[in-house]
């Protein structure tokens, strides 16, 4: 009998991990499917109660849903309740088993490019759900010290009161100045995005040693990335995040480790 998978969510169309499981499916031989399903919040109770009687291994959840998935899990992750949503959930007999694989997936994607990258002192930009993974991938690599901006730095406050000391909030009329000294820097906002406004940011203060990266992978390599690497920063864009946090869930699901390689970045990059 095939495995069954799928990704949840609203708006689901736009979500590219129906086309990276499938081409792990394809590559390792499995028989199964990853399907997009579209689901509201209102919906989602009835949904994970359906799902597992249907024969599907668990989902991956997407937005508007994380938060809601979290609680309505029997049992969750350190990662997911540190992080404060899910993102990948596994279905058994003994109920749902939350995880956010995010963190996972931000820490793999910079050392599957960048080996030797060891952070001391970070700059984030954003205070929301993804900065909250980043954060927590940034502090479990040891990280001394991280700089926090958000446009409202009320919610930049209250993140960094939950993520400890070493988080420092900076007013976001700072943010060029807090990148001196910084090693690494890391856009958590969809600003640069293909839709979204400029990020407006100077790169002026930041050391031509710092590695720089982007969560946001459309455009590949938005415009933070290309100054950045114009002035001799090392760069990592921000669609290996999403290749490696799929990694676990698939092997949870299908029974196999995947890789993230280059013939699936050229997948997922391919024109369609």
Same mark, same amino acid.
């Given at each position: 009998?095939? !495995?069954? @998978? ?12 129906? !086309? ?27 949904? !994970? ?10 989902? $991956? ?27 990948? &959930?596994?279905?058994? @007999? ?30 984030? &930009? ?38 400890? #000391? $070493?988080?420092? #909030? ?28 400029? !990020? ?18 459309? #455009? ?48 997922? &990059?391919? #024109?369609?």
């Amino acid at each position: 009998m095939p !495995l069954l @998978a799928a990704v949840l969510g609203d708006p689901v169309d736009h979500s590219l991990s129906p !086309l990276l499981h499938g081409h792990w499916l394809k590559r390792h031989a499995i028989s199964g499917h990853y399907i997009p399903v579209r689901v509201s919040l209102d919906g989602l109770q009835h949904a !994970l109660e359906s799902l597992p009687r249907l024969g599907f291994s668990g989902v $991956n959840v997407t937005v508007p849903l994380k938060e809601a998935a979290l609680i309505m899990a029997n049992e969750a992750s350190d990662a997911a309740r540190r992080i404060g949503a899910a993102n990948t &959930l596994t279905f058994s @007999a003994q109920g749902i088993h939350a995880d956010n694989t995010d963190a996972y997936g931000f820490t793999w994607n910079i050392r599957d490019r960048l080996p030797d990258w060891k952070p001391e002192r970070a700059a984030v &930009l954003g205070a929301g759900g993804a900065s909250r993974a980043v954060l927590a991938a940034l502090l479990d690599q040891g990280v001394n010290e991280i700089f926090l901006s958000n446009r409202s730095v009320e919610r930049a406050r209250a993140i960094a009161s939950e993520f400890g #000391p $070493n988080v420092h #909030p900076i007013p976001w009329k700072d943010r060029h100045a807090m990148l001196e000294a910084c090693d690494t820097l890391v856009n958590a906002t969809a600003l640069g995005m293909t839709g979204k406004p400029t !990020l407006d940011i100077r790169l002026d203060a930041l050391p031509r040693g710092a590695m720089v990266t982007d969560i946001v992978y459309s #455009p590949l390599e938005t415009q933070l990335l290309a100054t950045a690497r114009k002035r001799g920063n090392r760069v990592v864009d921000g669609l290996g995040m999403l290749l490696h946090q799929a990694v676990p869930a698939f092997e949870r699901w299908f029974g196999t480790r995947p890789e993230v390689d280059e013939s699936l970045r050229n997948a997922i &990059l391919r #024109p369609r």
